[in-house]
Each structure stands twice: as C-alpha cells, then as structure tokens.
C-alpha cells in the first residue's frame, strides 16, 4: 500500500483554539476519509468524503476533498480537551483495489 | 448494531509459537479487512474478504498469516511461527458491500511476541 503524507505530526494546543491537518498523495484517490483513534482502540469514522472538492462538515470538525484527488484538510473548530487523540486520514482508489491506505497519523494534544 | 468485534483484546506469546485471533464484523457487512499497525504509523492493508472469498492480499501477508472466513460471518487471522516483529495490533474492520461505504474498525487484538 502507498503512504500517504499527512503533516503536522503532532500539534499542541489550547482549549478554543482551531486546528488544521492535511494529507497528500502522489496518486489520485477517489474516497478520503479521516479518522480518530484513541489509545488502545481501533480507529473511528469521523468524514467521508466522495467527490473532488466536496466539503462536509461534522459538527465542529469540517473535510475537503481536493480538486486534484491527491490531497484532503481537516478542519477543528474550537477546541477542547476530548479532542485528543490521533488523527489519520486514509485514500482509498477502487480502481486499484480494496484497500485503505493511512497516512501515519497527527497527534493532537490540547490544553485546558 | 455492536460495531466489529475482535477477541482476544491481548495476547502474550513467546517467538515461533502460533497465534490465532478472531473478527466478528457488523452483522449483514459483507466486507472485511484485516490490518496491522505498529507503534507512530498508520493502519497498513493485509486483506480483504468480500462474503467467504478471500479477494485481495498484501505482500505484507507472508505465508506464514492465513486469513478465513468459512462462512461469511466471523473471520479468523493465523500467524504461524511468531517472530518478535509480528509484535503489532491487528485491527479488522468491516463494511456493506453497497456503494462507497466506509469502513468501520474494531478495538483490535495487541500481539506481543516474547
């Protein structure tokens, strides 16, 4: 499966705050999902996103997917300490198979 | 509706002994996966079932992993001969096989090769 290149690896932040995360990819994908994982736990759905500049929100967490297919941004507003977690974003081209491939993750930390 | 599954949560093994763990998805999801993930990286594809037919593997699937799924339902993943860089968590995850649906993930199973 390919990497993809999901930046900042970690941010640390203050409660209120927003947040803004992205991912790249050398190949066009045609789903983008983001997800949360908790430590010890298997990661949870937060967006799907579909169609080439689709935008969708979730409550205070907002998704883009990019025109060229190769790239997503995810979006928190307002920030509080719940928000912990990793954040991974994943590309799936069903033209090319079944699988998701992962970004390797960013770490957010936020503060009271 | 009790989300995917996966037992045991851990397992403790000591190094060329064989380990078997066991998924079951969402009921009515057609499609299963299994992943492997390792300490700061992402998720990494193993391979896919859709209904008891085993349709895509991952050269990360050495012929020492053997992936089931006999009837459709629950799915078994089996490492023979554990080597300490098996130590991982192995995550299964499902979806219906309708349109683009996403997948949903379980807790997983943390293995531990001693």
């Known amino acids: 499966g390919q990497q993809l290149n999901q930046s900042p690896q970690s941010m640390f932040i203050q409660e209120g705050e927003d947040v803004s995360m992205n991912c790249t990819s050398s190949?066009?994908?045609?789903?983008w999902l983001w997800y949360k994982q908790d430590p010890g736990e298997g990661p949870v759905l937060l967006i799907a996103?579909?169609?080439?500049?689709e935008l969708t929100s979730n409550g205070r967490l907002t998704a883009q997917f990019g025109i060229t297919r190769k790239d997503s941004f995810l979006n928190i507003s307002a920030s509080i300490p719940s928000d912990v977690g990793i954040y991974f974003c994943?590309?799936?081209?069903?033209?090319?198979?079944?699988?998701?491939?992962f970004g390797k993750g960013t770490s957010l930390l936020v503060t009271p | 509706d009790t989300g995917v599954s996966q037992n045991p949560r851990h397992k403790i093994t000591k190094r060329g002994q064989n380990v078997t763990f066991r998924c079951d998805p969402i009921s009515e999801h057609n499609r299963l996966y299994w992943y492997r993930q390792t300490l700061g990286q992402g998720p990494e594809f193993l391979t896919y079932f859709q209904n008891e037919a085993q349709l895509e593997k991952s050269r990360l699937l050495s012929d020492r992993f053997s992936a089931e799924r006999p009837k459709g339902s629950f799915s078994t993943l089996e490492i023979q001969r554990t080597e300490q860089g098996d130590s991982a968590m192995y995550l299964c995850a499902s979806s219906p096989l309708t349109g683009n649906s996403p997948l949903h993930f379980g807790n997983g199973t943390r293995l531990t090769v001693t």
């Open positions: 190949s066009i994908f045609n789903t």
């Open positions: 994943a590309g799936q081209d069903s033209n090319s198979g079944y699988a998701l491939n």
């Open positions: 996103l579909y169609k080439a500049g």
